[in-house]
């Protein structure tokens, strides 16, 4: 895919870094505490979804509000343990970036995608978290809010991302979409462009906007 954009939009886990070993021990560590098993977790779709809406599919309403604030207080603190990791081309994409053209749009708590991204010393100039909007992937709104705040046009941006939710919250607002095959195969995910990782991304700054080129 070749194409120009005044903005690019990216998921944070998964497409810009990986923290999957502390996703992995913070979840076990929370369904232990509160008695989920393994067979409660194979029927819930984990990965692009917001915290609440993943705790509301495996307790009671009444449990929620204090459980999504445990899982979320033991993967920040899990930061300091290691495991959260940048995955190949993100470092060199981002700093190609002119200041104010880029966003980091997740479905992760602001302390969270924040604590994650300091770990690996990426400073987005604009982060829109879960909880900055009220409906989630892959309901628009989050990334309308991300183009919306750097005065961009949606029909102008270009999402990437590796979940099938956050790709159709992409198209939903009207965005071009970069699939990264980091946690989905390729024939799980509907996009504009398909690659490995942003490896295969390049951007070029011109007159005429950020000019990208992705993948073959």
Known sequence: M?????????????????????????WTRWAQEYGITADDFAGVTLHGRTTPEIVADLLPAERVGEA??????????????????????????????????????????RRLAGAR?????????LLIAGDDVTRGK????????????LGADPARCVVFEDAPAGLAAGRAAG?????LT?????????????VDDLSAVS?????????ITAGA
């Open 203 to 211: 951007v070029l700054a011109t007159a005429a906007g950020l000019r």
């Open 2 to 26: 070749e194409t120009t954009a005044d903005a690019l939009l990216f998921d944070n886990d998964g497409t810009l870094l990986s923290s999957i070993e502390s996703v992995y021990r913070c």
């Open 117 to 125: 991204l300091a770990a690996v010393g990426i400073r987005p100039p």
């Open 175 to 179: 965005m071009r979409t970069v699939a």
């Open 68 to 109: 999504v604030a445990r899982i979320d207080r033991l993967e920040v603190e899990d930061v300091a343990n290691g495991g959260i990791t940048v995955l190949p081309g993100t470092a060199r994409l981002l700093a190609a970036l002119p200041e104010g053209s880029w966003a980091v749009v997740t479905s992760a708590t």
């Open 138 to 149: 892959p309901d628009p709104e989050p990334f309308l809010l991300a183009a919306g705040k």
């Open 182 to 194: 980091t946690t989905h195969q390729a024939h799980e995910l509907t996009a504009d462009a398909v």
